[in-house]
Nanobody, 119 residues
Framework: VQLQASGGGLVQAGGSLRLSCVASGSISSRGMGWYRQASGNERELVASITSAGSTNYAVSVKGRFAISRNNAKNTVNLQMNSLKPEDTAVYYC???????????????WGQGTQVTVSS
């Protein structure tokens, strides 16, 4: 299954963006997540959603980001509010473990979508 992330852009601090991920096939049975990688940093999982719809968030984004999924459309979205300059990163849509933790290894990251938050 190929995953295509979109929706990034340049936004001022305090603004909002909505990222979308479209899968080429069914992802209904998989945990899915949004990861991000800022320049010079390791990639981190910021939000995840299990196949049953349970969500989990990194402490840094909790209360500001919301992940959702539509299994009928094979999509996973990330609503990002109250954006901060430190949210600037390339955001990737990718699978997680069934319980929503980051995969230890994943080789199909794609290009991701750039989010830049100006102060």
């Amino acid at each position: 299954v190929q995953l295509q992330a979109s929706g990034g852009g340049l936004v001022q601090a305090g603004g909002s963006l909505r990222l979308s991920c479209v899968a080429s096939g069914s992802i209904s049975s998989r945990g899915m997540g949004w990861y991000r990688q800022a320049s010079g940093n390791e990639r981190e999982l910021v939000a995840s959603i299990t196949s049953a719809g349970s969500t989990n968030y990194a402490v840094s984004v909790k209360g500001r980001f919301a992940i959702s999924r539509n299994n009928a459309k094979n999509t996973v979205n990330l609503q990002m509010n109250s954006l901060k300059p430190e949210d600037t990163a390339v955001y990737y849509c990718a699978p997680t473990t069934p319980w929503g933790a980051a995969l230890l290894r994943y080789d199909y990251w794609g290009q991701g979508t750039q989010v830049t938050v100006s102060s």
